[in-house]
C-alpha cells in the first residue's frame, strides 16, 4: 500500500528525481524499493558491470542535518545487509562489482526539486 502522508509524497518524489538523475547519467534500474527483513534498498542499479545499491535521502530543512548527514553508521549497516540479501537471492549479480551511492536532495520546497547531490561510492563496506 502507497501511503499518502506528505513525507510519503516527498519521498516518492525524491526517488523519482533521483531516477531520473541516475538514469539520464548511464544507470539502469534493477529494483526499485527492494524490501527483505533487514531492510529496504531505495533503488538497485547497473552502471556499466557494477551493481548499484543507491539510497535516496531528502530534507525539506536542515534542522537536524542534511540529506547526507542521515546516512549514520547504523543506515550503512543496513543497507549493507539488505546488499547481501539481494545479492543471495539474486546470484545472477554475485560475481559483479558492487558499490553503495547516496542520493541527497536538499532545501525542497513545495513545488521545488530541491538541490540533488549523488555520492557515487559514498561508502566503503
Known amino acids: 500500500m502507497i501511503g499518502n502522508s506528505p513525507t510519503q509524497k516527498a519521498g516518492r518524489q525524491a526517488e523519482a528525481a533521483a531516477l531520473a538523475h541516475l538514469e539520464q547519467h548511464g544507470l539502469r534500474l534493477l529494483a526499485q524499493n527492494w524490501t527483505c527483513r533487514r531492510g529496504e534498498l531505495d533503488l538497485v542499479m547497473l552502471d556499466g558491470d557494477t551493481v548499484v545499491f543507491v539510497e535516496v535521502r531528502s530534507r525539506r530543512h536542515?534542522?537536524?542535518g542534511g540529506a547526507l548527514e542521515s546516512v549514520d553508521?547504523?543506515?550503512r549497516e543496513r543497507l549493507t545487509i539488505s546488499a547481501?540479501?539481494?545479492l543471495q537471492q539474486n546470484a545472477r549479480w554475485n560475481n559483479h562489482?558492487?558499490?553503495f551511492d547516496i542520493?541527497?536532495?536538499?532545501a525542497r520546497t513545495p513545488g521545488s526539486a530541491?538541490?540533488?547531490n549523488w555520492i557515487p561510492n559514498?561508502?566503503?563496506t
Open 62 to 64: 536542515s534542522a537536524w
Open 114 to 116: 530541491g538541490r540533488l
Open 84 to 86: 547481501e540479501l539481494f
Open 97 to 99: 562489482p558492487c558499490r
Open 122 to 124: 559514498a561508502f566503503d
Open 103 to 106: 542520493v541527497a536532495i536538499d
Open 73 to 75: 553508521w547504523r543506515k
